[in-house]
């Protein structure tokens, strides 16, 4: 008899869980059918972009039981100064509160959200090779800024003479290009031939004009601190000289 009462509180709780979670996405939902005002589109926007250069957007079945499906955003910035904007975002699009671990020099954080991921999926495409620009999304400047800027906190490198991001999709790295260009910042693209023939190709985005690269602070800049300061420092010490 004991048994028998504890299997049915057992499955008396599976219920009530499931309940809550039922509850839970229903909030989520509700929340987003009412969030199309400018301000949200840009945290889309800026999660995107954020995804795009340093992220997985993910459906992963577990191997130990086939029909278990976890929905995944997980995102590996290098700096904390973009976990605060990265982590605005998904709280109040998607009422998510992800823990943060530190790897090395990675912030590692990782959500289990199977609406951020179908709502985000509907937006873009993610992954190494097939991230794109969501231009179907980004249909005004400002959301094309916003996305920009997260992508080159991620993917950006700041030299003396360039801003440069490097990758080994080329179409999306073209669309990149295009997007740049729309706001009337002058770019080349190059192709790399790695050593090893095991390797992929990399592909080049350059902003080397100095006018172009001041056009970029100016209109875009970063997210990312020391990327944002060294590209202010090296245009006050420009003009100093």
Not at 77 to 104: F, N, R, T, W
Request: proline residues 2%; hydrophobic residues 35%; aromatic residues 10%.
């Amino acid at each position: 008899m004991i048994h028998i009462k504890n299997k049915k509180l057992s499955e008396y709780g599976k219920k009530g869980a499931l309940i809550r979670w039922n509850n839970f996405n229903k909030k989520i939902i509700d929340n987003l059918k009412i969030k199309n005002k400018p301000c949200h589109l840009l945290l889309k926007a800026r999660l995107c972009g954020f995804l795009a250069g340093d992220g997985t957007v993910k459906m992963r079945r577990e191997n130990k039981n086939i029909t278990r499906i976890n929905y995944e955003v997980n995102f590996f910035p290098d700096h904390i100064s973009l976990v605060k904007p990265y982590l605005q975002a998904l709280e109040e699009l998607y009422c998510k509160k992800p823990s943060i671990k530190m790897d090395g020099k990675l912030y590692r954080i990782r959500t289990k959200c199977k609406i951020a991921y179908l709502d985000l999926s509907k937006i873009s495409k993610f992954g190494l090779h097939t991230w794109e620009v969501p231009f179907n999304f980004l249909k005004n400047d400002k959301l094309k800024i916003e996305w920009l800027r997260a992508f080159f906190d991620s993917e950006g490198y700041v030299g003396n003479k360039e801003i440069r991001i490097q990758s080994v999709n080329e179409k999306g790295l073209h669309q990149v290009k295009q997007l740049l260009e729309e706001l009337g910042i002058e770019l080349k693209m190059y192709k790399y031939e790695r050593k090893n023939k095991n390797w992929n190709t990399n592909y080049i985005l350059s902003i080397m004009k100095k006018d172009h690269r001041k056009m970029y602070l100016n209109k875009i800049g970063f997210n990312h601190e020391i990327k944002l300061l060294k590209l202010k420092q090296l245009f006050s010490e420009a003009t100093v000289a």
